[in-house]
């Protein structure tokens, strides 16, 4: 605690035009120090953080340390997108290595970052946008009074803790990777976005009516109209390219999609049986929390739409069979009542990687039927959508030139009887 106060009590007698150098100083000393000495570490540059930045927000000392500390942020949110991230990227890392508190102070550094240097990529890349808008309608820090006392009052910490929760996150930022980086979609791509955005709308619509209705007769005949829009656009899209030739079509692009804990490799099974089954593929990034999905524009969307609603209907059907395991009822085969239940870890993984499994057959059955559809004109669709499977795969190799294959096992019986059952009442809202 001694070498703590002292710390402090030099920043106090620091002028007001050296406390860039001693943010920056104090940031340095967290983000170099070793893993086994980052607590201490972190706690010292805290110190000076909060002894920089103490006093009335309206202060000239408080202002300064403020524009000094707002200086390294936005430094160090531009070198994570240079480093490849993107911004729900950051703010899931670092809820995934820190904490909630964490992920919405990176919100609030990404978004006063976009409002001094408005980044380039969100006016080219329409997922890009769409981060920032959702970070923006969250309502983080909007600028006033300073950021560490903005951090403070909403997370309810004392000065010294908001500084040390601060220098976590800036430790956090500056040894991020270097990762594969997703491209911001051509003009052409983008543009076709935007034409499409109303049909999108109709069938985020269509799912989210088809996860909320109890009568399965609705969600079946909802979610079939998803699938038939989905299914007809993407279909589309191929015809037009092919019939355009070479130069008329734009290659494969990618986004990312977050893959929440726990079970998160049964999580991303599911996501790559819904991109496999939509001609995309999937490259699952642990460490990071996400998966990269590489395919073309139509069907990159029908993915992102799917997952979600598949992973929604997964995580309700786990919960309806939890309910069902507490009525009493609960019995083992040798008649001894059950430890756990469905509300075991290993239930709940082997409902998932069950779930995946037979989700995969089905999407598969119901592409392969609806590439085959009588109206469509084979002779130009088949080679057209194998042009496309080529073009994934070489792009995909190209960003990811080495991965590895993981196999999960599934080790509950009961859960994977439920996940499975549970498969097959999903209402599919890919194609059919």
């Given at each position: 605690m001694?070498e703590l ?35 201490d ?35 160090l ?8 991230w993107?911004?729900?990227?950051v703010v899931?890392?670092a ?20 409002r ?11 997922r890009?946008a769409?981060?920032?808008?959702e ?6 820090w909007?600028?006033d009074?300073?950021?560490?006392a ?23 930022l500056?040894r ?10 051509t003009?052409?791509c ?5 034409h ?22 609705e ?32 290659g ?27 001609r ?10 996400f ?66 499994g ?25 080679p057209?959508?194998?042009?496309r ?44």
């Amino acid at each position: 605690m001694g070498e703590l106060k002292g710390e402090a009590a030099d920043v106090a007698d620091v002028a007001e035009n050296d406390v860039a150098d001693v943010i920056e100083r104090a940031y340095l000393r967290a983000l170099n120090a070793a893993d086994a000495d980052a607590e201490d570490a972190v706690d010292l540059s805290a110190s000076a953080l909060a002894a920089a930045g103490s006093g009335p927000a309206a202060s000239g000392a408080a202002s300064a340390a403020n524009d000094a500390l707002l200086a390294l942020t936005d430094r160090l949110v531009r070198s994570c997108w240079t480093r490849g991230w993107q911004p729900a990227d950051v703010v899931r890392i670092a809820r995934r290595r820190l904490t909630d508190g964490h992920a919405r102070l990176a919100a609030d550094l990404i978004t006063a970052e976009a409002r001094t240097a408005p980044a380039a990529a969100a006016s080219k890349d329409p997922r890009w946008a769409a981060q920032l808008a959702e970070l923006a309608a969250a309502g983080p820090w909007n600028g006033d009074g300073t950021l560490l006392a903005a951090h403070g009052r909403r997370e309810r910490l004392d000065g010294f803790s908001a500084a040390v929760s601060v220098m976590e996150l800036l430790r956090l930022l500056g040894r991020l990777p270097r990762i594969t980086p997703v491209a911001a979609p051509t003009a052409a791509c983008a543009a076709a976005h935007r034409h499409a955005a109303p049909l999108l709308g109709r069938i985020r619509a269509l799912l989210a009516k088809a996860e909320s209705t109890d009568f399965p007769e609705e969600a079946e005949a909802l979610s079939s109209k998803a699938q038939q829009l989905m299914a007809r656009h993407s279909i589309d899209e191929a015809l037009i390219a092919s019939d355009a030739g070479a130069g008329g079509s734009d290659g494969p692009g990618a986004c990312r999609i977050g893959i929440d804990q726990p079970y998160e490799g049964a999580k991303a099974l599911l996501l790559d049986a819904v991109a496999a089954a939509n001609r995309c593929q999937a490259v699952w990034a642990g460490d990071v929390g996400f998966s990269t999905v590489v395919g073309f524009e139509p069907d990159l969307e029908a993915v992102e739409l799917l997952y979600t609603s598949l992973l929604v209907q997964a995580d309700a059907a786990m919960l309806r069979t939890a309910k069902g395991a507490g009525n009493g009822s609960g019995k083992g085969r040798n008649g001894k009542a059950r430890h756990g239940g469905s509300r075991s870890k290993d239930f709940r993984q082997s409902f998932l990687i069950a779930y995946a499994g037979r989700i995969r057959e089905r999407l598969a059955d119901a592409t392969e039927q609806a590439t085959h559809a009588p109206d469509l004109p084979a002779e130009r669709l088949l080679p057209a959508l194998a042009a496309r499977d080529v073009a994934v795969r070489d792009t995909t190799t190209r960003m990811f030139p080495t991965t590895t294959s993981h196999r999960l096992k599934g080790r509950d019986h009961e859960g994977w009887t439920h996940g499975t059952e549970a498969a097959d009442r999903a209402v599919l809202g890919g194609r059919q």
